[in-house]
């Protein structure tokens, strides 16, 4: 699908034009995904200013930003986002196909993006998901901006799944982590790729290992690990039995991983591998790299981190960049 807008729109930071030659595939990788916001940034700084983008999980909803000229709006907001704001952000349900509904998420996200149809955008754009029933990736190029996003990042066993067009649609994840092809169906000629997964397998078990399991009542923790705070926030007001099911979730109080543990990690270990698989199959010219393994799965607040390294990841290739598109 073509965007006769796409030549002719100017980025809101930078004078350069977006070239439709290029685009950008943003993957999938939760909280690290906010390195995309620093990528972005340091690509229009020296002159890039791609005119496709498709996004995966948290990559669609950076993408989306770009794409409709509201980066400005979702820097800062991440910025300013603490460990509580987090912990407000989370409807729990156990109900709803995952632990977390989104809803809340999605209020924001309809705050940046409501009411905007992809095929509206400033710049192309698409985002990847999963058909829960047959397995297959879903390509989401028409449509609301907002239940692309919704659709695309509905990562299992933590989200709800979305219904779209009679589907039930899950995390693009699970199929194409860092969506080059689209990329490429959408009519790039050179593919810059963001990898959030290329070294985060056995990094978040590794912190967990490292971990003292404690003889006493839990105090309220001074450490950085964000699901450590969870479960103190939540435990201190659940009643004692709710508070012995938490900690088994969590993996707080016993020497053994907990829920949320074990789902990071086998996340991890299936994004490498698949994104491994679909790279091999059709490379990128140009692959980032942002290294961010001891960023935690939710540590949504942890965004000048991830942002700093994603500038970083662009000047570790700064003369490849150039040399790419000075080719064009």
């Known amino acids: 699908m073509s965007n006769p807008n796409s030549t002719s729109a100017v980025s809101a930071t930078s004078d350069v034009l977006p070239d439709p030659r290029v685009g950008i595939a943003l993957g999938s990788g939760s909280a690290r995904g906010w390195s995309h916001i620093g990528v972005l940034r340091a690509l229009q700084e020296i002159g890039i200013v791609p005119g496709i983008v498709s996004g995966c999980s948290i990559g669609s909803l950076v993408g989306a930003a770009y794409a409709s000229q509201r980066l400005d709006q979702l820097e800062s907001w991440v910025l300013g986002l603490s460990w509580k704001d987090i912990l407000a952000l989370m409807d729990v349900s156990l109900l709803e196909g ?64 979305f219904q779209l067009n009679g589907q039930w649609l899950v995390d693009g994840g699970l199929v194409d982590p860092v969506p080059v092809s689209l990329c490429r169906a959408m009519g790039a000629e050179v593919v810059i790729a963001v990898n959030l997964n290329g070294d985060i397998v056995g990094k978040h078990l590794q912190r ?104 970083a990841s662009v000047e570790r290739m700064h003369s490849q960049l150039e040399s790419y598109l000075t080719t064009l």
């Open 208 to 311: 967990i290992s490292a971990r003292k399991v404690p003889t006493t009542p839990p105090q309220e923790p001074k450490e950085s690990d964000l699901w450590s705070r969870i479960s103190y926030q939540i435990s201190s007001s659940f009643s004692e039995q709710k508070e012995a099911m938490l900690s088994q979730l969590l993996g707080r109080y016993r020497d053994a991983p907990g829920f949320f543990d074990v789902m990071a990690s086998s996340i991890n270990i299936m994004q490498d591998r698949v994104t491994r698989s679909r790279m091999a199959g059709d490379p990128p010219e140009i692959t980032l790299t942002p290294h961010l393994a001891q960023l935690g799965l939710m540590e949504f607040d942890q965004a000048e981190l991830a942002i700093a390294e994603g500038r």
């Open 98 to 161: 995952g632990l977390i509904q989104g809803d809340k998420v999605m209020q924001f996200a309809q705050s940046l993006v409501g009411g905007i149809d992809i095929q509206d955008l400033p710049l192309q754009f698409a985002a990847v998901a999963t058909n829960l029933q047959s397995g297959r990736e879903v390509w989401l190029r028409e449509g609301s901006v907002l239940d692309s996003i919704r659709a695309s990042a509905a990562l299992p066993g933590l989200f709800s799944p």
